[in-house]
């Protein structure tokens, strides 16, 4: 990695790069972080909740596709952001645009939960015909768009720009700045999770909807006043330019092995053509119109891919936390909470999501300061794709679990159900406590210690200098193809020829229908990719000991 000043045009703080400057960027960054990712989880929290219940009625299928919508363009927008951020904007003004695209989106939803503005905007409800309409599907859609893409738009830029700022520190600065990156997201989740779901739950979906786009507001507000203390890249050309032309070049090597032996020059390369990759036809050392690096850039990258794609269905299983896991929340027994009003409020589905995140913040300084030390001390701290292994190991636990937990629940609402209100919506739930979920929750905590914190570092150090925004983006794009796989499988499973999530008589209720088997599905899905990544993998640390000290290698090589 190059100093501070290593890049031409590079900006330096203007606070010097002294410690009590840069700690006050990564300060900054961090607290944008945490408040971008308190909007985020507020707005998807309690949206299931808000679009099963009156006026909107989407049905519980239809509702749950909602969250993954917003996840899966909030993470299919970062290349195209992060390729802006490259070759445009810079970093940070991709940044400032992210979160003001978040929070126009986000400003959206108390509007839509307001009767008044509803009206204004969506028109008067009409009765809905099975299956039921999406009330105000266009603005709701609308904001859910505008906010993915500003949430885009900041994931795919705020790790890398944090990253910058102590980047010349080396590589365990590196490590560590991921650590507690990944520790400020989690806080953010768990302040929204538990201040802003109970809000909606029990209190107005107009004051729980109001926090999400305050959140985001007050975070560009942070971001555009910590200018002066920022390490700035200016946008240095598209990098992926050169990749595509680098890509179309390669896909020619019959016609340049011919040019090259009418030459006299080309019986060696012929020889060893065989040994070399596509990609090294394009180098000017053998007749190419490329230099080393840019081509060595495109071999990274192509290395990087597959680990991404192994990574889709680990994805798939970790976004049911705010999909059909809420749904089974649901339908299990809700303790009530006590309240200084006379109206009895119930247990916040999206509460159980804390689990989750209060783990993350308990273990990731536990992992940081003590067990990281101590395995690298005795040279047994496992490589990115090691632990990424690990991670899916668990999240398919995570699927598992929830599987045998909805076949009981099944068995038990055949036998007998119970009526709770939730947000003036009556569910028929099992009488069965929603305590049982807490194991799935702690096995997906524990699987993105070990799979998403080194995902993000794996994504950041192997990729090529020239376009670390851009393969950032990429890595969260494939998170967000894993969205969309999920609401692919939930929309498949709900046909009637299926009928695994659709009770063509209640649309809300999920007791007539089979989830065990959609998650039983995720865990084989997931079962079968961990033994694919596995041969990736290891392919792909084979390739990086034979490249020897080739850039890219030595990249990796920090993994």
Request: charged share 15%.
């Amino acid at each position: 990695m190059e100093g501070a000043g290593g890049r031409a045009g590079e900006r330096a703080p203007l606070l010097g790069t002294r410690r009590r400057g840069r700690r006050a960027a990564c300060g900054a960054v961090l607290l944008a972080v945490l408040l971008e990712r308190a909007a985020f989880y507020g707005l998807t929290g309690g949206l299931v909740l808000l679009l099963t219940g009156a006026p909107f009625g989407w049905g519980a299928a239809r509702a749950g596709q909602a969250p993954l919508l917003l996840a899966g363009l909030a993470h299919l927008a970062p290349p195209a952001a992060g390729w802006a951020a490259d070759a445009l904007l810079g970093r940070a003004r991709a940044l400032l645009l992210g979160l003001a695209l978040g929070a126009l989106g986000a400003l959206a939803f108390p509007l839509l939960a307001a009767p008044a503005t509803r009206a204004a905007l969506c028109g008067a409800p009409r009765p809905p015909p099975p299956p039921p309409a999406r009330y105000c599907a266009p603005a709701a859609l609308g904001a859910l768009a505008v906010a993915g893409l500003g949430v885009g738009a900041v994931r795919a830029n705020i790790a890398a720009f944090g990253a910058d700022q102590v980047k010349d520190q080396g590589p365990e600065a590196t490590r560590r700045f991921f650590n507690w990156f990944y520790w400020s997201i989690n806080l953010g989740a768990i302040v929204s999770l538990g201040g802003t779901a109970y809000v909606q739950q029990n209190v107005s979906f107009v004051s729980g909807y109001a926090i999400p786009a305050v959140c985001m507001g007050v975070a560009f507000l942070i971001f555009l006043c910590g200018q002066s203390c920022f390490i700035t890249k200016p946008p240095d050309g598209s990098a992926f330019t050169d990749m595509f032309r680098i890509l179309a070049y390669s896909c020619r090597p019959q016609k340049r092995t011919r040019e090259h032996g009418q030459s006299g020059e080309g019986s060696g390369v012929f020889q060893q053509s065989s040994k070399q990759s596509l990609f090294d036809s394009c180098k000017m050392s053998r007749g190419g119109p490329f230099t080393e690096d840019k081509v060595e850039d495109v071999k990274a990258l192509v290395k990087i891919v597959p680990v991404f794609l192994a990574l889709v269905p680990y994805w798939t299983v970790y976004f049911q936390m705010q999909t059909t896991y809420v749904l089974q929340s649901l339908h299990l027994r809700l303790p009530e909470i006590s309240s200084i009003t006379t109206i009895h409020h119930t247990f916040p589905t999206a509460w159980l999501t804390m689990f989750d995140a209060v783990l993350i913040l308990l273990l990731i300084p536990l992992k940081d300061k003590l067990v990281d030390p101590v395995l690298r001390r005795n040279g047994l701290l496992p490589s990115s794709l090691k632990r990424i292994a690990v991670g899916m190991f668990f999240v398919m636990c995570s699927a598992f679990a929830a599987g045998i937990l909805e076949s009981k629940r099944l068995d038990l609402v055949r036998e007998k159900t119970i009526n709770q209100t939730v947000g003036n919506i009556v569910y028929f739930a099992a009488d069965l406590p929603i305590w049982w979920q807490v194991p799935q929750y702690v096995l997906i905590g524990i699987s993105e210690i070990f799979a998403s914190i080194s995902g993000l570092e794996f994504a950041y150090s192997a990729a090529p200098k020239s376009m670390q925004s851009a393969i950032m983006g990429l890595f969260f794009f494939f998170s967000g193809v894993g969205s969309f796989v999920g609401s692919g499988l939930l929309a498949l499973v709900s046909l009637r020829a299926i009928g695994w999530m659709s009770n063509h008589t209640d649309f809300g209720n999920i007791n007539g229908c089979h989830l065990n088997y959609y998650f039983f599905l995720l865990a084989a899905i997931q079962g079968a990719t961990l033994l694919v990544f596995l041969i990736v993998s290891v392919k792909y640390d084979r390739q990086r000991s034979r490249a020897g000290g080739t850039p890219a290698s030595r990249r990796a090589s920090r993994l």
